[in-house]
């Protein structure tokens, strides 16, 4: 049972302190540390292995969620995390969310070398270009990890995974599959090509529809999709490294899909393909 008063009460101690400069970019690089926020994201990282270390090197949290998610709790201590009982006031200063949930955890990086994911021979994965914002990444990396892909990666432009607002966006799927970082997007492409996956990049100006490739049959194979910024797309020369610029078919209405949205049906429409080219495999496996 947790003592009646929380053990770190003040938000100067010098784990607190510790925690919360892991809000900024420079801080996670020295010291190769992130901040997962929430029951989700800190179960996933209780659960997950770095480099054959546990991910999960430290927990704070409230008396209320340390009783709410005892099983939580009980899974950071097990896995060998450094469990502090903290008053409502840290969690809220450690806490880059306007309403905290109670725990916060502390993990080891775990990017994946992007030469391993290239070794595994990956058959569908999400390459982000150029994608600056964070909630978008996250979304795109659970998106992937819905989807089925093996990996992730993100080019040397694009922004910072480890970012609170990424970390969040991706709901635990950060732990869940291979993720590759600061990979040139030209060293990327050729990459994956030389592994032999085709890579699209998906434009909304592509000459390409993806209804149309469905129905020719050239999606059942190993494919890459480039996802670029929101706001201005893929430029010209990243679009003429890939092997087709593919769009969306917009049926209605609507000027455009987001990044996510676009992400998501992409994705889906490789890995139906790719379980069709491979038996019609169900989504449950039966």
């Known amino acids: 049972m947790p003592p009646a008063t929380p053990e770190l009460i003040s938000p100067r101690s010098p784990r607190v302190l510790a925690a919360r400069r892991l809000a900024k970019r420079n801080f996670r690089g020295k010291e190769r540390l992130f901040l997962a926020e929430g029951p989700q994201a800190v179960r996933e990282a209780a659960g997950h292995l770095a480099g054959g270390a546990a991910t999960l090197v430290e927990l704070f949290a409230t008396l209320e969620a340390a009783e709410r998610y005892a099983d939580i709790v009980g899974a950071a201590r097990d896995a060998g995390a450094r469990v502090h009982l903290a008053a409502e006031q840290v969690i809220a200063d450690i ?44 979304t795109v990396l659970r998106c992937a990890d819905a989807a089925g892909a093996e990996a992730v990666v993100l080019t040397d432009a694009s922004v910072d995974v480890y970012n609170p607002k990424a970390v969040r966006a ?25 592994a032999g996956v085709r890579v699209l990049a998906a434009d909304g100006a592509g000459d390409r529809d993806l209804d149309d490739e469905l129905d020719k049959g050239t999606m059942g194979g190993p494919t890459a999709w480039v996802f670029g910024n929101e706001a201005w797309g893929l430029p010209e020369e990243t679009r003429a490294l890939t092997d087709a610029v593919v769009r969306v078919p917009i049926h209605g209405k609507a000027e455009s899909l987001n990044l996510a949205t676009a992400a998501a049906v992409c994705l889906y429409a490789s890995a139906r393909a790719q379980r069709a080219a491979g038996g019609c495999r169900s989504v449950t496996g039966n």
Request: contains cysteine; glycine residues 10%; hydrophobic residues 50%.
């Open 170 to 194: 991706s709901v635990g799927s950060l732990f869940h599959l291979p993720v590759a970082v600061g990979v040139p997007v030209a060293h990327a492409v050729e990459g994956l090509r030389a």
């Open 95 to 138: 806490s880059t969310t306007v309403t905290p949930q109670g725990l916060v955890g502390v993990c080891r990086f775990l990017d994946t070398p992007f030469e391993e994911v290239l070794a595994a021979r990956p058959r569908l994965v999400a390459l982000l270009a150029n994608v600056r914002d964070p909630g978008n990444a996250g």
